[in-house]
């Protein structure tokens, strides 16, 4: 069954854009678990505009289900990981200078590199995951790289979605049977809602979890956060 991972950075983002500590950022964590959510997902920038890295440490303790911390593994990141040492770490090539995240790996490129990081994390007993295009060639690098999953970045299937185009698919099906011949597991996210959740996860084999944050938050505005948790879990279990 695919998990549910909630992504809380915009959480954080509307804390600190007023100071202060509404909304309160562990009392969401605690509550979208007590709701149903499988997984808190935090992805922590260098400039700390939305989850701060203290934040990252509060939230170990809260986390009861799977902790999920997603970043570009510079040393400042590496060395939080390390530290808290959260269920999954999911690697993302994200530069400082990006509102949020517009890329994956290029798994080819950066062979050794990934190796190196990837063996690190998991010599500290964390899984690891790779933020990831549906390249079958970067898929099988990826599988070189000894990751345990990749994250099948979403948003152009969302783009075409949204536009009419279900083809749009196509490549995330072939790139996760790909992966799960690999043998790695399969993770995927942005700009997953709603509206395309069901269809995605029915045309993907072997899907493990999802990471959401900016359309669940966003749609919680409407329909409130318990609701819309019961919304996409009822999505992916049926």
């Given at each position: ?7 809380i ?7 600190n ?6 909304p309160?950022l562990l009392?969401v964590?605690?509550d979208?678990?007590?709701f149903?959510a ?7 920038r ?17 986390v ?5 911390i997603?970043g570009?593994?510079?040393?400042k990141?590496?060395?939080l990981v ?7 770490v ?6 400082d200078?990006?509102l949020?995240s ?7 490129v ?5 190796q190196?990081?990837i ?10 995951s790779i ?6 060639k ?6 070189k790289?000894?990751t345990?999953r990749?994250?099948?970045?979403t948003?152009?299937?969302?783009t075409?979605?949204?536009?009419g185009?279900?083809?749009?698919i196509?490549p ?9 011949e ?6 995927a ?8 959740i069901q269809?995605?996860?029915?045309n993907i ?5 999802v990471?959401?944050?900016h359309?669940?938050i966003s749609e ?6 318990q609701n819309v948790?019961s919304?996409y ?5 049926g």
């Open positions: 069954m695919t998990k549910l991972s909630v992504n950075n915009k959480i954080a983002t509307l804390r854009s007023r100071g202060g500590n509404v309160n009392q964590a605690k979208v678990q007590e149903g499988e997984g808190v997902t935090i992805h922590p260098p400039d700390e505009r939305h989850i701060r890295y203290q934040d990252a440490y509060d939230l170990k303790p809260v009861t289900t799977e902790y999920n997603e570009n593994p510079i040393k990141f590496m060395d390390l530290d808290i040492k959260p269920t999954q999911t690697l993302v090539p994200d530069g200078d990006v949020t517009n890329a994956g790996w290029n798994t080819v950066h062979q050794s590199y990934l190196e990081v063996a690190e994390f998991k010599r500290a007993g964390i899984r690891t933020f990831i295009d549906t390249d079958l970067l898929i099988e690098a990826a599988a790289t000894g345990d990749i994250e099948l970045y948003e152009n299937f969302a075409e979605f949204e536009r185009n279900k083809e749009a196509k995330y099906t072939e790139a996760a049977i790909l992966a799960h690999l043998g790695l597991g399969i993770n996210g942005h700009d997953l809602s709603l509206e395309n269809f995605f996860k029915q084999p072997n899907l493990a979890e990471s959401i944050g359309a669940l919680s505005i409407y329909l409130g956060i948790v919304m879990l009822h999505k992916l279990k």
